[in-house]
Structure formats: structure tokens, C-alpha cells
């Protein structure tokens, strides 16, 4: 039969997926197995066209192995969606840094990252930077924590402040453009901007400060083309913080929403 | 009939996207007007008088990220 092993088709006439373990050399010892996007830890047959994949833990992959694992173990078709997308991320704060780090971890093939801040110590309490990153610039930081996680992506940085005058030629290659400020204002500005001078789809976010309920925040389809994730109410202000827990909630709708448009689902 | 975030709202008088974003108390700035499906540009705002059959959405963003 014919089956796929990290990325090569293969022949064998083992049936299950220890015996074809074996045969390609992988030891028994510190090996993952993946099985059409699942992970075994179990002996289990192999069928025809079996997608496999042998990770040697501990071990970095090359570009080819790692879009190969990332195809195996994604949900099929995500992959090879995500993989030569482009996705503008504007503002790399509590929202911008952890989206960026969730669409690397995808395999979203190309991010423009545009932020003009450096990090301070009060960012660690949302924001995904560490101690050695402060007072680096955000764009910097970011680039260098993404080829930690991905280095075979495109990541492209602009540290600028986005207004209405530079707004059109940062955006004009991207697929999708993720609104990730902190200021409402700066929101605003974006929105409008993308939806009335682009045809590209926009992502934002508002609502998403405190400590109310998780469930409060949801993605909404504000319009064609326009996506709001949030609570829509909770603006951070004087007796209300931004915090971890729901600041990363919010940019995973942002992210799962970007993901969902790339695949061509446009229903939140 | 004009409906504005759901709400049938009647004027008595011509009023523009401006003098209602001024008399519910939005800050402009913080605002997208959409207009019938479209967003409206600020530029619009002053100029555009509220009619009959319009549906107006405005989204209001809150600071955080």
C-alpha cells in the first residue's frame, strides 16, 4: 500500500504503524507519531493513504519537515491555506503580540507587524515579551520571539505609528488587517480607513479590560468585511485593568477569526 | 422611520450624522458610522442629513489591547 511519511509517499507492506516505525528507522524511544492529524501513543493499523508523521523529540526540523508536521497536524487543508497568507497585524500590544504568536504558530507564511512602541515592564502583565526585551522596539522584539517559533515565515516589521496618510501603502499587501491597538481612537482611525479606502477585511477588537466573565466576549460580523471581537463595553480606564487572561482571550477570537477568513469561511 | 442601532428614532427637524452623534453623546473620534451597509468617512459626517428609510449603525470602540 501507499501511505505518506513526513512529507515523501512511501510503499510498505507493514500494516501497522510501530512495524512501519521501525522500518523507516525511527526508535521506539523519543519518537512522536502523528496519524492523519492525530497523535498516537498506541500501535495502530496502517490503511491506505495513511498521512504519517515520525518527529525525533528534541530535534529541529528543516523548513520542508516543519511545513510537514504543521500540515499533519492542523485540521487537513488548514495548512496549505495559512501557509502563503498575509496578514497585516496592527499594534503589537496585548492583542498584536499574542496574535502574532498564534499566527506564526499556524504557519500564516507572511506577517507585516507594525508597531511604533518599546517594551516597558508594566507590558509583561499581558503582553507576550520578557525580560530581555525591555526596551527593545515591539517590531524587534516580536520579529526575533516569531523565529523562535517559526523561523521559515516571512515576518516583515515597520516601527511607525499608523496614521491616515501611511495607512494605505503599510496595508496594501495584506489579505487580512488585524486592528490591535490600545487607543480608540487609533481603532477608529484603522477601521474606517481599511473599509472605505481598501477592499481588504479587517479584524478589531474592543471590550476586552477587567476581569468579567470570559463568555462576554464573541466575535461579531459588524458588516461585510468587518469583524469586531470584544465585549464591545469594557474600555480600560481608571479603576479597570487590562489583564492577561481576557486581553488573550480577545486576541484569540481575532486570531481564530483571521484564520477562518483565510480558509474562506466568512461567518463568524 | 430612521433606525439607528436598532432604535426607530423620528426628527422633527433636518438633522445631520453630526448633530446626532453630538446629541447622543458619542465621541467622534472614537466612532465608525455605518450608513445603509456602507461605512460613512468623517469627512461626511457635517454633510449627510438623516432621511427616511436610513439604517445607521454606529460602533463605538473602547480603549485596551
Redesign the interface.
Known sequence: MRVRVNGEYLDTNVDSIWKLRDECGYPSENTVVIKNGYQTSEDVELTEGDIVSFIKKGVMPDEKQLAELMRARHTPGVYDAVKDARVVIA?L????SNIAIMLARMGVGHLHLIDFDTVDASNLNRQQYYIRHLGMYKTDAMKELLGEINPFIEVATDCVKITEENVLSLVENADVVCE??????A???L??AV??RTDKVLV??????GIDSSNTIKTKK???R?Y?C?D??????DGIG?MAPR?TVCAAHEANMIIRIICGMENV | MIKINGEEKHFDSPTTVSDYIKDAGFKTERIVVELNRNILPKSEYDNTVLKDGDTVEIVSFVGGG
Open positions: 499594534g500590544g496585548g492583542l498584536g490591535a491597538f490600545d487607543n480608540p481612537a481603532k477608529a482611525m477601521t474606517e473599509l472605505t478589531a477588537g474592543s471590550g476586552m479590560a459588524v458588516m461585510n468587518f469586531m470584544g464591545g463595553v469594557t474600555g480600560a480606564g487590562l486581553v
